[in-house]
């Protein structure tokens, strides 16, 4: 029997999953012709030009002709390109030393950014969350065009509950049992839209897997921190998250019974062996020196001093330890290290290597591939736009349609020094 409605409630669900599965691919890999979408997603040249016409309703898209030529009967086929000024989302980044946040639109286009340098050590999260309003509001001021924003997404170094962004414990902040998803949603009630928050290793993990250092691997692990250190995992190409969220916290696997206190409360976590604590302490530095002292600390290096390379080596020795069981666990086909661990990289690599080689598995030790982040200080915050990106292109009909319907945009408007720079030399603007 045939329930009635049943039959149009499956079409929407097609239509729907092939809008997805044509902004997703839009969002990968960029621009591209009308008949290469109909040949790579399957579908007829009357379907695809029927889903490129609901994109470019609800804003996210635009057409044109290939090579200048304009779009019409008998010529090519019109090439389908993201609007740089399509729907939007917030991207924020709370980092030990820094808030920082942007505008980003899908493809990881960074219309607008900026960043405040100072410690959030031990600062007030109410503080914290009025300074980021200030922040996005002056953002919002340099966005030239009009942008519809569509929702926000955070980037913390913390445990976080996936569902409404509760952070139970950021060592490094000092903040414990923050409700800070509410928080911001309610400071922000001006914007009303939806707010996600997630754990800075995961959204490393996600940003790199898609336009980074994880590109083409399916089973990739980012290793990130700037006190700590936490894990992103990426499995069979799919975010490994846990039930809850709170899966990746390999800062807290025990290497050492008989090893330093952790901020966590138990002793001999490898966060307590390869933290930015660990390296500054065993370099005759202030253990709570921060960036700062790090990068003293490399410029000794740089000069040659014996205990600022010791220290670096016998840290390396640790992060190799660590990683060689992760290796062994996983079987990744690369890993790659962000935050602090990206800048101790060239100094560290050969004691990682050398503990690799010893304790990880032979099979699984010949597939990895060692590497840095490739997305520069833009990592966290195209992982939070990631975040809360994720719904729309999961169903992009969440998006309105515009009025003005399809709208004819000049290519030229574009603003390449805007957009990230996957060798990592894209700057911030002056902070606000
Ligand atoms: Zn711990």
Known sequence: MVVRGEAPLAQAAIRRSNLSRMLWDLHLVGPQSRSDLATKLQLNRSTVASLVGEL???????????RGIPAGPGRPSPVVELRSDGPAVVAVELATDWISAAIIGFGGNVMVASRRDHSLASSDPNDIVGQLHEIVASLLLRLRRQTPLISMGVSVPGAVRAEDGYLHHAPNLGWRDVPLGDMIRGRFGDLAIPVYVGNDADLAAAAEHIRGAGLGADDFICLWGEGGIGAGFVVAGHSLTG????????GHLMVDPNGALCHCGSRGCWEAQVGEE????????DPLGGVGA?????????KGDETALAALAESGRWLGIGIAGLVNVFNPTRVALGGLYARIYPYVKDAV???????AMPAPRAMVELTTVLLGPFTLLLGAAELALAPALQNPM?????????????ATRR?????????????????T
């Open 294 to 302: 790090v990068t003293d600390l490399l410029a000794a290096a740089d």
């Open 243 to 250: 039930s809850a969220g709170y899966a990746g916290e390999v």
């Open 353 to 359: 290597v050398r503990e690799l080689d010893t304790r």
């Open 56 to 66: 470019a309703e609800r804003g996210f898209v635009w057409e044109h002709g290939q």
């Open 398 to 410: 969440i998006v309105p349609l515009t009025a003005s319907g399809v709208r004819v945009e000049d």
């Open 415 to 431: 603003r390449p020094q805007d957009r990230p720079d996957r060798t990592g030399t894209a700057r911030f603007p002056a902070t």
């Open 278 to 285: 660990a390296l500054l302490r065993r370099s005759g530095r």
